[in-house]
């Protein structure tokens, strides 16, 4: 059993079902990337997992435990870290204050996981006494995801985290996903730059109006000359 799983989920918004028992999985320590064309239903996977849509069929399961049914919250407490596409740092906090509010579940001390984000993200600490609105978005980007790390997640979710970057800041970004990787932490990332994605990814998922296209190892999809072809520009 993978220690996390959204297996055979449909569900949606209203009455329409976008996802269509489709199944995202992730291990410990794992790169596991969802790709797909725009509206394919791989945001709305990652918000199914997280609790943020409820689902008709299927389940979800966390470290074994059934967590179909708990609020996003209550995933937190848990272990899950969600870093939303949009909307996700507290722009008039500064950096610093955006991080310290990511361990508000926690009643240890803080001060070594801000160490830890910091040397993960030097940029940051640099700018720590600074308003996460003046920073740019990859810096915001950066922000967002110190801030779910704040809180010790056992698996980190990230909804499209080097949209609207450069070629340079996302390559750093995607540096550093891997350096979280290795800590054991399960990386579970939608992304519209597929063939970069894939290329870090220990596993690939590709989700076509809501169901499972393709899934296989992220070398073997670079590989595959059908998903080349519809998916990564030939």
């Not at 943020?52 to 389940?59: E, I, Q, S, V």
């Not at 848990?78 to 996700?88: E, I």
């Not at 991080?99 to 070594?112: C, N, P, S, T």
């Amino acid at each position: 059993m993978s220690f996390l799983i959204g297996d055979k989920m449909t569900g949606g918004y209203g009455g329409a079902d976008i996802l269509h028992d489709c199944t995202v999985s992730v291990e410990r320590g794992e790169i596991a990337v969802v790709v797909g064309p725009n509206g394919a239903g791989k945001s709305t996977a990652m918000k199914a997992m997280f609790g943020m849509l409820d689902l008709r069929a299927g389940k979800v399961l966390f470290d074994g435990e059934d967590i179909t049914d708990l609020k996003p919250q209550d995933r937190v407490l848990k272990g899950m870290g969600f870093v939303p596409q949009t909307s996700n740092v507290f722009t008039s906090m500064t950096v610093e204050e955006n991080l310290e509010m990511g361990a508000f579940i926690r009643r240890d001390d803080i001060a070594e996981t801000m160490d830890q984000v910091y040397g993960l993200f030097p940029i940051l600490h640099e700018k720590r006494l600074q308003p996460a609105g003046e920073l740019s978005g990859g810096q915001r980007q950066q922000v967002a995801v110190g801030r779910a790390l704040m809180t010790k997640p056992k698996v980190l979710m990230l909804d499209e985290p080097t949209a609207g970057v450069s070629p340079i800041v996302m390559d750093e970004l995607f540096d550093r996903i891997i350096e979280v990787a290795r800590t054991g932490i399960a990386i579970l990332m939608v992304e519209q730059n597929a063939k970069q994605a894939l290329n870090i990814a220990d596993k690939g998922f590709v989700l076509v109006q809501g169901e499972n296209r393709y899934t296989d190892t992220g070398s073997a999809l670079m590989a595959n000359p059908n998903v080349r072809k519809a998916f990564l520009g030939g």
